[in-house]
């Protein structure tokens, strides 16, 4: 076969694999303690939540939310990190990232991230259009309020609550409120 024409199927079944997103509405998920790997929250009154996959050509798709919920020092350590990727035009229209770290969790209860302790941090990163937006923690301000609601390490399920303000890293003027948090998560040990 001409490589011409074997080059020409190739691209055409490359532009399938990266297939626009549909009209997207979010609504908050529910509440749950089940393990579903859902994230949701109000970024300033609009409904954010984890979707999408990161899909590569080599490698693979990565899913919208990774965790992990580990002993480490004195405590438990719970990683998160949820993304929402759309595609439009078979381009990556929007690209954001939301991050939990938090150490020393010793059970459920109200966790609070001040940004004063180095391995604790919340952070938001917008990375739509190659412009790179990243909100996190002010340690002058408010803590960032991380209600842990459930951990069964049997069923390997964290869940729970969140809520805070985070702010631009070079414009402290420019600031995130989120409202309503909620994660259900199925760890790894």
């Known amino acids: 076969m001409n490589?011409?024409?074997?080059?020409?199927?190739?691209?055409?079944?490359?532009?399938?694999?990266?297939?626009?997103?549909?009209?997207?509405e979010f609504t908050l998920p529910p509440e749950t303690q089940e393990?579903?790997?859902?994230?949701g929250f109000l970024k300033n009154d609009e409904v954010w939540v984890n979707y999408g996959k990161d899909c590569k050509f080599i490698g693979?798709?990565?899913e919208s939310i990774e965790s992990s919920f580990y002993?480490?020092?004195?405590?438990?350590?719970l990683l998160?990190?949820?993304l929402q990727?759309?595609?439009?035009?078979?381009?990556?229209?929007?690209?954001?990232?939301?991050d939990i770290s938090l150490d020393n969790i010793k059970g459920t209860g109200v966790y609070l991230i001040d940004g004063t302790r180095p391995d604790d941090r919340v952070s938001f990163s917008d990375e739509t259009r190659?412009?790179?937006h990243y909100y996190l923690i002010d340690s002058t301000k408010t803590p960032f309020n991380l209600y842990i609601t459930k951990i069964d390490t049997i069923a390997?399920?964290?869940s729970g609550r969140f809520e805070g303000v985070l702010y631009h890293h070079t414009n402290k003027k420019d600031s995130i409120i989120i409202r309503e948090g909620r994660f259900d998560i199925n760890i790894k040990e």
Do not use: M
Request: with cysteine; proline share 3%.
């Open 3 to 24: 490589a011409k024409y074997i080059l020409w199927i190739f691209l055409l079944l490359l532009s399938g694999c990266f297939p626009d997103d549909p009209d997207l």
């Open 35 to 39: 393990g579903k790997n859902t994230v």
């Open 60 to 62: 693979g798709c990565q």
């Open 71 to 77: 002993t480490y020092k004195e405590g438990k350590t």
């Open 80 to 82: 998160l990190t949820a």
């Open 85 to 98: 990727l759309i595609r439009r035009d078979r381009k990556l229209a929007v690209s954001q990232h939301f």
């Open 130 to 132: 190659n412009v790179n």
């Open 156 to 158: 390997d399920i964290v």
